[in-house]
């Protein structure tokens, strides 16, 4: 059967007034985060916020908002004039999920890099490297259970990082800036607690940042259309009395509760502008820069990608503390990622968009990968049948065709 | 094999014996011309050479494209991405106008068999050129199939054909040429002139 959309009607309806009605609180509410933002802009109020957080985290009140860096948190900041060159590598992965009902219980993690070389007029490079997994220590977790889709979304986390570290090293000598972008937060909230292997992920991860500090890059995980609500849960903090700050208070944003930074910044932002640093206080965070130092640490900043005159379309940017210390290169790298936004209309890094399509398996792929599988095994005297239940959703999932006559 | 193109411009995607399109790459667009005379060589010599003139050039867009060409100001280095290493296919037609048959034989007709996916498709060198068009019986087949531009893909062709020709050779050939079509547009009248116009050593304002 297809979906029956005349029982989704009403459903559809109700969606649409809820919607409207979450825009009209969500209005009072940044109105009331601006007032609390303007009362905090200033310089000489920085000491003070630091000091809020500060308490916050000493009372351990579960705080999980951002925590400015040295900036006024309502100040904004132009780009740098664009580097006449510079060198962009950017990374995406993808994979194709182990399937228990398939030929060959297996998984595929393929990562696509881009290297373009700013100002060159050279093409770009592309690097695609697909790795199979089918032996019985990648498909077997440590319990000896079957692999998860969480553990094989981690393991091509790690991927992506690993290979941007490694082509970034490699071109380590090209011209600077050297920009290694990821289409993700820096933080790997994937690697979570349900991962096995987490540890083991984590430190390869963290290994994989390492060497993209001894390179120096400008490293940076881009986050489009950003859900963030770190800075709000600031305001929140700096609303609150210190004498009620506590894990009850602070487990909502309060008043501002379902505000988002991006509402906030939305109308603070001009064209190719960025915000204040901030740091997020997750614990994640803290995690990395107890493992591996002051450097990894993470901090972020909002940009404004759109053009001169058009609505303003904010990304969140992450980028550990050895590129947050230079405001030159935050500069340079606001200048680069707001050039890449506009090499396509839709004002997302053009080098994103192909490290992505570079690594994206498409389903027709996956199914001629699976053919070539089976013959191989077929090849070797290995049986090699889909699940009774596969053949059996193939068989419904398929569209139908028409005998057609002409 | 070609006079500047030494490899194959293209492969042939689909065909039958009436024609067939070709697929290259777009950085590929330098050598194929508008009524360019083509070749589908067989792999393996076992079928025929079948001898086409390019009617058609086709370049498909993508989602992507189109963002890019609604982009503010897109950078040298995107646009040779888009060229280099993105896969945006560069289609051409070719219409069937002889084929040379196992003997080294060539003959102006349909070939007996189209040719196979994957068969490459080269330039004719200007002694292909020559021999083709020493006989003008292919006319025929150009201005007598309906999803050509017939008169503008005879006409593109004849002129090519005549450059490749010594100096004092090439107004003799069109005029040779125009003496032919006169007699298979007889009929019509406004075809016959507008092809004569297109031919003319200094085309005629009508």
């Not at chain 1, 904010?314 to 790298?333: G, N």
């Not at chain 2, 010594?166 to 298979?184: D, I, K, N, W």
């Not at chain 2, 002139?193 to 297109?198: I, P």
Request: hydrophobic content about 40%; aromatic content about 8%.
């Amino acid at each position: 059967m297809t979906l029956e959309f005349h029982k989704l009607t009403q459903q559809i309806e109700q969606m649409g007034s809820y919607l409207a009605a979450r825009e009209d609180e969500a209005a009072d509410k940044l109105e009331l985060a601006w007032q609390i933002m303007e009362a905090y802009s200033s310089e000489e109020f920085l000491p003070l916020i630091l000091e809020r957080v500060a308490d916050a985290l000493a009372k351990d009140a579960g705080y999980r908002g951002a925590r400015p860096i040295d900036e006024p948190i309502m100040n904004t900041y132009p780009p740098a004039q664009l580097p006449p060159s510079a060198t962009i590598l950017a990374t995406d992965g993808s994979q194709i999920a182990p399937n228990p009902h398939g030929a060959a219980f297996y998984y595929l993690i393929n990562t696509g890099t881009i290297v373009l070389h700013h100002g060159s007029g050279e093409p770009p490079e592309v690097i695609c490297e697909p790795f199979l997994y089918y032996e019985d220590e990648h498909l077997r977790l440590p319990d000896r259970g079957p692999i998860t889709g969480a553990t094989v979304a981690a393991r091509r986390t790690v991927a992506e990082m690993s290979a941007l570290a490694e082509q970034t090293w490699l071109r380590r000598g090209e011209p600077r800036p050297l920009v290694a972008l990821l289409d993700n937060p820096l933080l790997p909230f994937g690697i979570g607690k349900e991962v096995p292997e987490r540890d083991e992920l984590q430190n390869i991860y963290l290994s994989a940042i390492s060497r993209l500090l001894e390179t120096r890059a400008l490293l940076a995980g881009y986050t489009d259309r950003p859900r963030s609500r770190y800075v709000v849960g600031l305001l929140h903090l700096l609303s609150l009395e210190p004498e009620n700050v506590n894990r009850t208070t602070l487990a909502t944003d309060g008043r501002l509760e379902g505000l988002e930074d991006k509402a906030l910044f939305h109308y603070l932002l001009r064209p190719g502008e960025r915000s204040a640093l901030f740091v997020q206080m997750s614990p994640l965070n803290k995690e990395f820069k107890s493992r591996a130092g002051e450097t990894h640490e993470i901090a972020f900043f909002y940009l404004n990608t759109a053009a001169p005159g058009q609505a303003p379309t904010l990304a969140r940017v992450e980028i550990p503390m050895w590129v947050a210390e230079d405001r030159r290169a935050i500069a340079e790298l606001q200048a680069l990622l707001y050039h890449q936004c506009h090499q396509v209309a839709s004002r997302y890094p053009y080098v994103l968009t192909r490290a992505h399509e570079l690594a994206l398996i498409k389903s027709d792929e996956a199914r001629q990968l699976n053919v070539i599988i089976e013959v191989a095994m077929a090849r070797y005297g290995v049986a090699a049948e889909e699940s009774e239940k596969q053949l059996g959703k193939a068989a419904v999932g398929r569209r139908r065709t028409r005998f057609e006559v002409h | 094999m070609a006079d500047s193109w030494d490899g194959p411009i293209a492969h042939v995607l689909r065909a039958s014996t009436a024609g067939f399109s070709a697929g290259a790459r777009v950085q590929q667009i330098g050598a194929p011309t508008f009524g360019a005379f083509v070749c589908a060589q067989p792999r393996g010599g076992d079928r025929e050479t079948v001898y086409g003139l390019l009617y058609d050039i086709h370049i498909d867009d993508d989602p992507l494209v189109r963002q890019l060409v609604l982009a503010d100001a897109v950078s040298e280095e995107t646009i040779r991405d888009q060229r280099h290493h993105r896969i945006v296919p560069l289609e051409m037609s070719v219409l069937a106008i002889g084929y040379r048959d196992y003997h080294g034989v060539l003959r102006h007709m349909l070939p007996p068999r189209p040719p196979l996916s994957l068969d490459p498709v080269y330039v004719c060198t200007q002694d292909e050129v020559l021999e083709l068009t020493s006989g003008f019986d292919f006319f025929r087949m150009v201005l007598g199939t309906a999803q050509v531009p017939g008169e503008q893909l005879l006409a593109a062709a004849l002129l090519h054909a005549s450059q490749i020709r010594p100096p004092g050779e090439r107004e003799t050939f069109l005029v040779e040429a125009g003496r032919h079509a006169a007699r298979l547009l007889s009929s019509d009248l406004n075809r016959l002139d507008y092809l004569l116009n297109l031919i003319a050593p200094t085309p005629q304002r009508a």
